[in-house]
Structures are given as structure tokens and as C-alpha cells.
């Protein structure tokens, strides 16, 4: 009995987890954005064979599941990161792990950049 009850418990977690939002998240709409600013750093979260089927010119790839790994290599701290990824759940979790990283300045795509794919969205290539 007592596994069943720390099933629930875990699942309960994880769900807060993913839904709970991060402080000073702030959301922008990616059709404004242009990578002419150098304060400002594109990151794309999709994995690489997404990335490589269409990404915004001059953003940076690094999957979900490598960012807690490699976010101090490839971003500095004194930029502003704006988070582009396939959904919101996956964008808020990377913003989470960027916070724990120590990064101040995090922004969210309110579009996702799924339209990459066809080179429908207007920021791709």
C-alpha cells in the first residue's frame, strides 16, 4: 500500500512541477523578434534533426535534455536568452534549469517554432 501512495505522491510533483510557472518569466511573441540585437541570445531547444528541418538563423541549439550540461558553454550570463522550443511545458522546464544555471534575463516564444518544419514561421530558414 505504501507504493501506491508514493506513486501518487511523484505524480503529483511532476504535474506541479510542469504546470508551476517560473518567477519573472516573461513571454514574447518570436514574430517581432530579429537576432540583429547581440543582446540577445535565440536559443532552440528542439533536438538537433528538428533544428537541422528548419531553425531561426543564428540561434543556438541545445536540446532539453542537454541544457543542464552544456548551458554555461554555449550562453553567457550578461545576455538576455529567449527560449524557442516545440511547446510551453518544455520552454518553462528550460527556463527553470536556466534560472538554477543563474541566468537573470529569460524569455519565452509564445509561438512555438513548430512551423519550422514547412519554413512557414518568418523567422526560420
Not at 541549439?61 to 524557442?84: F, K, Q, T, W
Not at 522546464?93 to 519550422?116: D, E, H, W
Request: hydrophobic share 40%; with cysteine; glycine share 4%.
Amino acid at each position: 500500500m505504501w507504493w501506491v501512495i508514493s506513486v501518487i505522491f511523484i505524480a503529483i510533483v511532476v504535474v506541479i512541477r510542469n504546470v508551476w510557472s517560473t518567477e519573472d518569466l516573461q513571454e514574447i511573441s518570436c514574430d517581432t523578434v530579429t537576432n540583429e540585437n547581440s543582446t540577445f541570445k535565440l536559443l532552440d531547444i528542439r533536438d538537433a534533426l528538428d533544428y537541422q528541418a528548419g531553425h531561426v538563423p543564428g540561434s543556438v541549439n541545445i536540446s532539453l535534455g542537454r541544457l543542464p550540461y552544456v548551458a554555461n558553454l554555449d550562453l553567457e550570463h550578461a545576455h538576455s536568452v529567449i527560449i524557442m522550443g516545440n511547446n510551453d511545458r518544455r520552454s518553462k522546464k528550460a527556463a527553470r534549469i536556466l534560472k538554477k544555471k543563474g541566468f537573470q534575463n529569460i524569455y519565452i516564444c509564445i509561438n512555438p517554432v513548430t512551423p519550422c518544419y514547412d519554413n512557414k514561421h518568418s523567422m526560420c530558414s
